[in-house]
T-cell receptor, first 113, second 113 residues
Framework: NAGVTQTPKFRVLKTGQSMTLLCAQDMNHEYMYWYRQDPGMGLRLIHYSVGEGTTAKGEVPDGYNVSRLKKQNFLLGLESAAPSQTSVYFC????????????FGPGTRLLVL | GESVGLHLPTLSVQEGDNSIINCAYS??????FIWYKQESGKGPQFIID?????DKRQGQRVTVLLNKTVKHLSLQIAATQPGDSAVYFCAENIRGSQGNLIFGKGTKLSVKP
């Protein structure tokens, strides 16, 4: 099993550009999450999904959109990138909702100029 | 293991010594706790977990202790090795939430050879 994979690994954007980050998991997990990690801020939840076709807002959802068209994939979109969105983005998945470990991908480093 | 500003608390230990990393959690309704290890440039990696009906759990070279009275969690690493150098952070799941983990900001463990 590959676990949780993320593409791309690194990306540079100009302010105002758009892009989509892809997360895929092969563990048949129901729940998927997108986090951003900034120095000194820890992991902050952007959006999450409790199953195919569903999405919900996390702690810092503004400026991002997500879609979960297939159970194994969770996409994070930036419609108009801003320098404040420079961060490392992590995707995670878990099997059931309550009290279960989340498994993380390797991360995507995004630099917005 | 809470950080102040941009700087993570750092624990420096000698190779072979035992390490103890602490975490204060926030919510008395939290019922599940996880310790993650994050090496530079990688995603968080599950180490060990514990549920609120337990006060101690042991893994390979690691032990987690839970003190619900003072809302405190600790991770003990026996015979610390250079490969243990990483940022460690705890996460809590609040009972009744949609499985969204709340992450601490982390503690950096540095192992001196």
């Amino acid at each position: 099993n590959a676990g949780v994979t993320q593409t791309p690994k690194f990306r540079v954007l100009k302010t105002g550009q758009s892009m989509t980050l892809l997360c895929a998991q092969d563990m048949n997990h129901e729940y998927m999450y997108w986090y951003r990690q900034d120095p000194g801020m820890g992991l902050r939840l952007i959006h999450y999904s409790v199953g195919e076709g569903t999405t919900a807002k996390g702690e810092v959802p503004d400026g991002y959109n997500v879609s979960r068209l297939k159970k194994q994939n969770f996409l994070l979109g930036l419609e108009s990138a801003a320098p404040s969105q420079t961060s490392v983005y992590f995707c995670a998945s878990s099997y059931v909702v309550a009290g279960e470990t989340q498994y993380f991908g390797p991360g995507t480093r995004l630099l917005v100029l | 293991g809470e950080s102040v500003g941009l700087h993570l608390p750092t624990l420096s230990v000698q190779e072979g010594d035992n390490s103890i990393i602490n975490c204060a959690y926030s919510n008395s309704a939290s019922d599940y706790f996880i310790w993650y290890k994050q090496e530079s440039g990688k995603g968080p990696q599950f180490i060990i977990d514990i549920r609120s009906n337990m006060d101690k759990r042991q893994g390979q070279r690691v032990t987690v202790l839970l003190n619900k009275t003072v809302k405190h969690l600790s991770l003990q690493i026996a015979a610390t090795q250079p490969g243990d150098s990483a940022v460690y952070f705890c996460a809590e799941n609040i009972r009744g939430s949609q499985g969204n983990l709340i992450f601490g900001k982390g503690t950096k463990l540095s192992v001196k050879p």
